[in-house]
């Protein structure tokens, strides 16, 4: 009898963007003279994460871009929730419209049955976009092959601590490892041109991402994140 996989919160979610979408984005970053060394939340450390970043918040000409990804990030993310509706009501207690005016207690039922329409509002109410990073891991040399989870407590302003989810689209392949490498699930993801992958912030998601070899790995990720309590809940 075949056993049904153990739940662990990673999807993958092939064709996110085309190839050509994918091609056109690693083909920016190639030209572009802003990039810099990775950093990691100590800083610029090789040794913990070896690799060439271009972050595009602030970026005017980069503003495409983001919109790109964030939209197919987005359309991914409503997925996700349906799959895993607590990761949206398990924090809040969230109520919604219903019939005769009342407000209902938004249920994982509920959240699973809406549509597009009804459940991106709230979504948008709740969890808001992290800065995307485009990431360029040279073949034999680059990579992240500490282990570490994307919560850290170093920001004044908390915003580490608002991380709810992880994604990586991954822009190329054509090389060899390179994977995402969850610790605790023990699970490998390997890249493949136009996929995403989803999963939880924390410590139960501690991963590091493997030396490609015989070829560039290039990356666009970021965090899915709360929004901040002010925005949230206001003068309470």
Request: glycine share 10%.
């Amino acid at each position: 009898m075949s056993q049904t996989p153990p739940v662990d919160f990673i999807e993958v979610y092939p064709d996110a963007l085309s190839r050509e979408q994918c091609a056109a984005l690693v083909a920016r970053f190639n030209a572009s003279n802003e990039t810099g060394p990775g950093r990691v939340g100590g800083g610029v450390l090789p040794e913990l994460k070896d690799s060439l970043d271009l972050t595009l918040a602030g970026k005017p000409a980069w503003r495409d871009a983001e919109g790109l990804l964030n939209q197919a990030v987005f359309k991914a993310l409503l997925a996700y929730l349906r799959r895993y509706p607590y990761t949206l009501i398990a924090p809040l207690m969230l109520e919604v419209p219903g019939e005769g005016g009342k407000r209902h207690r938004l249920t994982a039922e509920r959240l699973v049955a809406m549509d597009d329409a009804t459940l991106t509002p709230i979504v948008q109410t709740v969890l808001r976009p992290g800065a995307i990073n485009l990431q360029r891991y040279t073949g034999g040399r680059g990579g992240y092959p500490y282990w570490h989870c994307e919560l850290y407590p170093r920001d004044p302003r908390a915003d580490t601590l608002h991380r709810h989810l992880l994604w990586t689209l991954y822009l190329n392949d054509g090389f060899e490892e390179g994977e995402t490498e969850f610790l605790y699930q023990q699970r490998k993801i390997g890249p493949r041109t136009g996929s995403l992958l989803i999963a939880p912030a924390g410590f139960t998601h501690t991963h590091r991402g493997n030396r490609p070899l015989g070829g560039d790995k290039i990356i666009a990720t970021s965090w899915i994140l709360f929004q901040r309590a002010e925005q949230l809940f206001g003068g309470q």
